[in-house]
Every structure is written in structure tokens, then in C-alpha cells.
């Protein structure tokens, strides 16, 4: 049976699911979203997820016409409606139809809210196990002088740009450095480094306030080990002992090649195993349960 969308009060087959040429999300890219995850029936942390679309949805000053408690409504509800298990959810608010022209007040009838809910399961297959190949790329991360790289928005082909570089240079990740050549995070993922126990990963001025990077800075710390919050630059990445990258989608990807440098021996280190480890009873066993049943 054909999965459902949400559409603007609407539940409707994917098929069905349109909207107008006139979107500014798609004319303008005018328009937030948020990736997440259900893992076993339950939801992962979606309700950082929700803050983190508001936030998104503050910074350019676009008004969600659903108060969250509604779209955490609807998101479990398309769920249950599309017998959603281990699944991925995205929820995107646009500016809505208008004329052409960018500016937003000639969007007279509001946001648009979509809400896409599909089964889906490990992005990247084998190379859970044998790791990552990254190469560095020659677009630079927008600074957030110009657009802040928290709004998870419609506008990504600063990091398209970057992953289109990585496809042509046969890596499974481009890694983006801001303009002064420090280390911000990869294409749809943020980026880690381990360094004689201690966990590292930049700042969040540079980079998108992940929720798994957060995740994975809890269970770092539940393991004991030092965490920090720090620039560094390629030459701390290239001596690194183990290096992984972390997402929504990708979970926790272990990276064992940036540059052509072998990062440790080659193969996912041990501290970035026990974290994949934990990360995955974590998300099997915590969430928001979507059947009703085991509400
Ligand atoms: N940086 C960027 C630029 C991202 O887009 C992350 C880091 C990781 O954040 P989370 O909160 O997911 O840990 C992202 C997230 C996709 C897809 O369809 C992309 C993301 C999330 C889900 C799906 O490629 N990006």
C-alpha cells in the first residue's frame, strides 16, 4: 500500500501529495526542515527535533501556523498511518505560495507544512564495518556571518556543492572547513576526532547542532572518556587515533580515510566501536512510541 504525506491538513498517497510551482520553498528555497529517526517503533528524541525546527523556524522569521504539541500530533499520526517501524521523518514548513519575487510577504496564504514518513534503514551498508573514506573539500562552509549553519534550512547547496566534490573524487564523505581553514563538518553529518581518549569535536558556531553529535557527547561521557568542544585543523585530523562522523541518517559512520591519510590502523577504532554500540541500544531502547498500544 502506498505510504501517506502530510499536506497542509491533509493526509494524502505520496502520489497525490503536490504542491504549487509558486512554493517559495521551491522557488527561493524559503523553508526549514528536520531529519529523524524511528528506530523499533519509537521515535528518537523527537522532541529536540521539534525544538531544533522552531529554532530553525525563528531564525528567519517564519511563523509554523501549528503549535508543537500539533505537529508532534501529526507526526505520530502519519506514522501510525503508514505502519512506520524503523523509519525516517521529515517535517518540512516552507514560506508557502506566493508570486515571484523573493520577498515573503507576497506568500498571502501562509506556510506550507509537509510531513514525510517512509521506512528506511542503514545508509551506508558494509562500511559500518570496514569505515569511511572523507576527502577534504574546496567549499568552504558558509560562515555564519552570512547564514548560521543551526538553521537546518532549505538552502543546502553549500553542502551539495561539497558533495558533489566528494562523489567526483570517489570518497564517501566530503569534510568542510570554515574560512579560516578549521575543521567544521561534513556534508549532512558533524565530524569527531579521538585523540589519546579524549573525544573532540568544533564548536557548534561552525557547524549544525546535531542531535546525534549531542548524543554522542553524552555517551562519551557516560564512558568516562574527556569530551571537548574545540577547533582544530586538518593536521589533528590526520594524526588522529580514530575519527567518525555523526547523523540523523548516517548514525554513527566511522571514518578510517581523510586525504589519502590512513586515520589509526585502517579500521574503526575501539572507543568509536563501543560508541556505535552504545548509540544503538540507545535508540532501540529509548523514544516516543508510535503505536498507541505501547503509549
Ligand atoms: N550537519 C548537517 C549540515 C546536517 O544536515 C547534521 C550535521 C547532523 O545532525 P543530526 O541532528 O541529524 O545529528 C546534519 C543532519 C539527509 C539527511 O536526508 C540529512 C541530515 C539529517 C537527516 C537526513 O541527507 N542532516
Known amino acids: 500500500m502506498e505510504m501517506l504525506a502530510y499536506v497542509n491538513g491533509e493526509f494524502l498517497p505520496e502520489s497525490d501529495a503536490k504542491i504549487s510551482i509558486f512554493n517559495h520553498g521551491f522557488l527561493y528555497g524559503d523553508g526549514i526542515f528536520e531529519g ?26 517564519l511563523e509554523i501556523p501549528h503549535t508543537r504539541d500539533k505537529m508532534r500530533e501529526l507526526i505520530l499520526r502519519l506514522c501510525q498511518r503508514n505502519n512506520i517501524e524503523d523509519g525516517y521523518i521529515r517535517p518540512i514548513v516552507s514560506r508557502g505560495a506566493g508570486d515571484l519575487g523573493l520577498d515573503p510577504r507576497r506568500c498571502l496564504e501562509g506556510p506550507t507544512v509537509v510531513i514525510i514518513a517512509r521506512p ?8 559500518y564495518e570496514k569505515g569511511l573514506k572523507l576527502v577534504t573539500t574546496s567549499h568552504r562552509r558558509v560562515p555564519s556571518q552570512c547564514v548560521s549553519p543551526n538553521i537546518k534550512s532549505l538552502n543546502y547547496l553549500n553542502n551539495i556543492l561539497a558533495k558533489i566534490e566528494a562523489n567526483m573524487r570517489g570518497a564517501d564523505e566530503g569534510l568542510m572547513l570554515d ?6 563538518e561534513a556534508t549532512a553529518d558533524n565530524f569527531f576526532i579521538v585523540r589519546n581518549g579524549m573525544v573532540v569535536t568544533p ?22 572518556l574527556e569530551t571537548r568542544e574545540e577547533f582544530f585543523s586538518l593536521y589533528d585530523v590526520y594524526g588522529a587515533d ?15 580515510d581523510v586525504d589519502e591519510r590512513i586515520i589509526g590502523d585502517g579500521n574503526p577504532g575501539k572507543v568509536t566501536r563501543e560508541i556505535m554500540g552504545r548509540f544503538r541500544d540507545l535508540v532501540r531502547t529509548t523514544g516516543t512510541p508510535i503505536q498507541e498500544k505501547r503509549l
Open 36 to 61: 529523524i529517526r524511528a528506530y523499533s517503533g519509537r521515535i528518537f528524541k523527537l522532541d529536540l527535533h521539534l525544538q531544533r525546527l522552531y529554532n530553525s523556524a525563528d531564525a528567519i522569521h
Open 120 to 127: 528506511f534503514d542503514l545508509l551506508y551498508g558494509d562500511k
Open 179 to 184: 574560512l579560516n581553514g578549521f575543521v567544521c
Open 203 to 224: 564548536p557548534r558556531v561552525t557547524n549544525l547542532q546535531g542531535i546525534t553529535r549531542e548524543t554522542v557527547l553524552e555517551i562519551a561521557e557516560e564512558m568516562g
Open 242 to 256: 580514530e575519527a567518525f562522523i555523526t547523523g540523523t541518517a548516517a548514525e554513527i559512520g566511522p571514518v578510517v
